[in-house]
């Protein structure tokens, strides 16, 4: 079955460490993405890549990192620079285009705690 | 002006009641459109895709006026399982690269 993976579900860390969200897809889709969800509030971008080897900032990549050295593999690192890391962090992926027609499908996500 | 702006609700309706939501978007030149559903503490799914001339999946039907921005979604013969939070989602190209915004989404509660 085609989908979206994200590890770990749950995920605590201490203050000043950082951590790595794992996020695979096997759709064949180029282009992946990382929100964060806090409540009441929007999903917003944190980093977005469109080919391999490639990313850009989105809205708030401030305290974030991510590589993409292989297509199926977009992992997010949240360092110790991000302030308020707590929160719900969810992987998308979708065609390549710029038709702006294509729709984003998304893992199950990772619950991120800083305790 | 938010991007994309949605009533957070929630919404309590009662089982076999109709309701509509509606989401605006501030930018004309937004290409596609879609509704996705959110369970609690769930990741969102895609409901339905919108399209210019209307469109409608069983008791779902999606609408789209461009001359005042804004989608709207109607539920018909409400049932439990349609208690979720639905995300107004607005797409356009922007930079050769495809801009997706979500609204806050809107609650809704269906009561038995």
């Known amino acids: 079955d085609g989908g979206i993976t994200q590890s770990p579900k749950y995920l605590f860390r201490k203050e000043g460490q950082n951590v790595t969200l794992s996020c695979e897809q096997n759709?064949?889709?180029?282009?992946m993405y990382w929100y964060r969800q806090d409540p009441g509030q929007g999903l917003r971008l944190i980093y977005y890549s469109q080919i391999v080897n490639d990313f850009q900032k989105g809205d708030i990549a401030e305290g974030y990192s991510v590589s993409r050295e292989k297509k199926e593999s977009f992992p997010l690192t949240v360092t110790s620079a991000q302030k308020n890391p707590t929160a719900f962090y969810l992987c998308?992926?979708?065609?390549?285009?710029?038709?702006?027609?294509?729709?984003?499908?998304f893992g199950p996500g990772t619950r991120l705690t800083v305790l | 002006r938010k991007e994309v702006e949605q009533d957070p609700g929630p919404f309590n309706v009662p089982e076999g009641a109709t309701v509509a939501f509606n989401c605006t978007y501030s930018n004309s030149a937004s290409q596609s459109f879609f509704w996705y559903r959110q369970d609690c503490r769930k990741e969102p799914k895609l409901l339905m895709s919108v399209y210019s001339s209307g469109n409608e999946d069983g008791r779902f039907t999606a609408q789209l006026n461009r001359a005042s921005q804004y989608i709207s979604l109607l539920i018909r013969d409400s049932k439990l399982s349609d208690s979720a939070t639905y995300l107004c989602v607005v797409c356009m190209n922007s930079g050769g690269y495809q801009k997706v915004t979500f609204g806050i989404g809107t609650k809704l509660q269906v009561i038995p």
């Open positions: 998308a992926s979708s065609m390549r285009g710029t038709s702006g027609r294509h729709e984003q499908f």
């Open positions: 759709l064949n889709h180029d282009a």
